[in-house]
């Protein structure tokens, strides 16, 4: 499977950005990570399974909110309300096999997109 995701940019603070990311084919479980320099991996938010159960970060509940388009194996992640603290290169991932209480863990995707970067000025 493989993973394309677009929608990075530069904006300021308070903004909306969106961004997508495409499977080569279906994918069930499909989810957001951020990296900021020096910094880990985090998880951001998921949508498991076709109907797509949501699940997110407490740092951006309630201003990003993930979707899906079965037809096109493409997930969004509109972001609302940006801050500075969102700043980083966010990395769309995907499984087939993760269990709801796994969606969290970066080790639970076997695929990978490149990352997009996300900066927001302040």
């Known amino acids: 499977v493989q993973l394309q995701a677009s929608g990075g940019g530069l904006v300021q603070a308070g903004a909306s950005l969106r961004l997508s990311c495409a499977a080569s084919?279906?994918?069930?479980?499909m989810g957001w990570f951020r990296q900021a320099p020096g910094k880990e991996r985090e998880f951001v938010a998921a949508?498991?399974?076709?109907?797509?159960?949501?699940y997110y970060a407490d740092s951006v509940k309630g201003r990003f909110t993930i979707s899906r388009d079965n037809a096109k194996n493409t997930v969004y992640l509109q972001m609302n309300n940006l801050k500075p603290e969102d700043t980083a290169a966010y990395y769309c991932?995907?499984?087939?096999?993760?269990?709801?209480?796994?969606?969290?863990?970066?080790?639970?995707?076997?695929?990978w997109g490149q990352g997009t970067q996300v900066t927001v000025s302040s």
């Open positions: 949508s498991k399974g076709l109907g797509g159960a949501s």
């Open positions: 991932a995907g499984g087939n096999s993760i269990i709801t209480s796994q969606v969290w863990y970066s080790d639970s995707y076997a695929y």
């Open positions: 084919t279906r994918t069930l479980t």
